[in-house]
């Protein structure tokens, strides 16, 4: 059974500051997807990574995915408030044309100011 | 409108009820997806459309019964659930792989279910 472990699962931390969220998943697979939700409303796709590798970057956040060691992160550079929100990892797996998609269970990040 | 639109967007029901939760996407997507959030447990797969044909059903009771009637259109029709069915339903559309692209979902804003 495919397993997408998400790291930490709640983050607090004061704008400014750097940090780190990691996504390991347990079988082969080279889609990688991360989206944020914010309170009471749905998923937005933040990243699209389709190749061991792959680094993407928008405004403060980058992500990047390692296929072999079956690992992506999210880094925020210098936090701000509005980033607050759960982040979610979600590994794909293709059938039929359609997609699969596993997330993680959600990484709740608040910035403090 | 633009996107995904669920509707509606809050229900409550008896578990004697029969009710429906429908999803339309505006996106020119040929796949289709039902999601279910509940609070403790990670986002989980109910069913795949790809082309109105479903593709997968991720071992899901059958008190949930989807219908696809065409690209654009996705149904949940609910019958007889429990209380532990109460959460967030989210339904998903995507380009088919084989037309290119990143496959990436789109998200609808969900229905928010309690069951009473």
């Known amino acids: 059974e495919l397993k997408v472990e998400q790291n930490p699962l709640f983050l607090s931390m004061q704008e400014g500051k750097n940090y780190t969220i990691y996504c390991n998943y347990s079988?082969?697979?080279?889609?990688l997807y991360w989206y944020r939700q914010d309170p009471g409303k749905s998923l937005e796709s933040l990243f699209v990574?389709?190749?061991?590798?792959a680094v993407k970057q928008e405004g403060r956040l980058m992500a990047s995915l390692d296929t072999k060691a079956r690992l992506s992160t999210l880094h925020i550079t210098a936090a701000v408030h509005d980033l607050s929100a759960t982040y979610f990892c979600?590994?794909?797996?293709?059938?039929?044309?359609?997609?699969?998609?596993?997330f993680g269970q959600g990484t709740r990040l608040t910035i403090n100011p | 409108e633009t996107g995904v639109t669920q509707t509606p967007r809050h229900l409550v029901m008896g578990m004697t009820n029969k009710k429906s939760l429908k999803c339309e996407q505006h996106?020119?997507?040929?796949?289709m997806y039902w999601y279910k959030q509940s609070a403790k447990k990670p986002l989980e797969l109910m069913f795949v459309?790809?082309?109105?044909?479903?593709?997968e059903n991720n071992s899901v009771p059958s008190r949930f019964s989807p219908e696809c009637p065409n690209s654009s259109h996705l149904f949940l029709h609910l019958h007889t659930l429990q209380p532990e069915d109460s959460a967030l339903y989210l339904c998903?559309?995507?380009?088919?792989?084989?037309?290119?692209?990143?496959?990436?979902?789109?998200f609808g804003p969900g229905t928010r279910l309690t069951v009473t």
């Open positions: 979600a590994v794909g797996f293709i059938i039929q044309g359609a997609q699969k998609l596993v």
């Open positions: 079988t082969t697979s080279d889609r």
């Open positions: 990574l389709l190749s061991n590798g």
């Open positions: 459309y790809s082309l109105e044909e479903r593709v």
């Open positions: 998903a559309s995507s380009q088919d792989l084989l037309l290119g692209g990143e496959n990436e979902q789109y």
């Open positions: 996106l020119g997507h040929n796949a």
